[in-house]
C-alpha cells in the first residue's frame, strides 16, 4: 500500500488513541465533526472498533467503526494528518475493517472520496428511498427502555 506500512503501525487499542490530537482533526477539520466535543469524540471511541495509524509515537490516521459485531458496521471518522495522506495510510485503514470485520454489511456517507471506498467494494446505495435518518438529539432519558 503504497510504502504506507513501512514505517507505521495500525493500532486497534482504544486507549491508544490521541484524544487531544483526533480532537483537534475532528473539530477543526473534519467537515462532518466540525465543533464537535472533546466529550464526545471521547465517547464516540468507547462505543467504537477503532483502527489508528502510527508512525512511532505520532498518531498520524484514524478510523472507526460503529457495529454489533454481527450484522452490521457503521464506518465513520476516517482521518489522515494533512502531511501524512497520499500515501496510502487511509486505505490501509479501511483495508484493516474491511478485512477483519467480517460481518456482512459495512455502510458509510462520504462526500468527496469516493475511489477510496470503492475499490473494497463499496456502491452507492441501490435503494437510497429506503434509508432514512433523524437529525437532532431527542429528548434525555435515562437510557433506551430495558426488557424484562
Ligand atoms: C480522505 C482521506 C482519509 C484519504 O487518506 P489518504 O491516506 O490520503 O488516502 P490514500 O493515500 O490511501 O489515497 C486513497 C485514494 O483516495 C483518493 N482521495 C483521497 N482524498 C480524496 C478526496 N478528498 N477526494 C477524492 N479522492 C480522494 C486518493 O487520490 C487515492 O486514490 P489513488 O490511489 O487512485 O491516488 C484523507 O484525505 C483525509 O483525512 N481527508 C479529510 C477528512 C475526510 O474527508 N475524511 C473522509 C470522511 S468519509
Redesign the pocket.
Known amino acids: 500500500?503504497?510504502g504506507?506500512r513501512a514505517a507505521s503501525e495500525l493500532d486497534t487499542e482504544p486507549r491508544r488513541v490521541d484524544l487531544d490530537l483526533l480532537h483537534r482533526w475532528l473539530s477543526e477539520?473534519?467537515?462532518?465533526a466540525l465543533g464537535r466535543s472533546r466529550d464526545a469524540v471521547e465517547r464516540s471511541i468507547q462505543g467504537s472498533r477503532v483502527a489508528a495509524a502510527f508512525d512511532g509515537p505520532h498518531m498520524i490516521?484514524f478510523a472507526r467503526a460503529v457495529t454489533d459485531n454481527a450484522t452490521i458496521a457503521w464506518?465513520?471518522?476516517?482521518?489522515?494528518?494533512?502531511s501524512?495522506?497520499?500515501?496510502?495510510?487511509?486505505?490501509?485503514?479501511?483495508d484493516a475493517f474491511v478485512r477483519a470485520s467480517g460481518i456482512p454489511r459495512l455502510v458509510?456517507?462520504?462526500?468527496?472520496?469516493?475511489?477510496?471506498?470503492r475499490r473494497f467494494g463499496f456502491r452507492e446505495l441501490v435503494e437510497p428511498s429506503r434509508w432514512m435518518e433523524r437529525r437532532g438529539p431527542g429528548p434525555r432519558t435515562a437510557g433506551l427502555p430495558q426488557g424484562r
Open positions: 500500500l503504497r504506507a477539520d473534519a467537515y462532518r490516521g464506518l465513520c471518522d476516517v482521518y489522515v494528518a494533512r501524512a495522506r497520499g500515501r496510502g495510510v487511509g486505505t490501509w485503514m479501511v458509510l456517507a462520504t462526500r468527496d472520496p469516493h475511489g477510496l471506498y
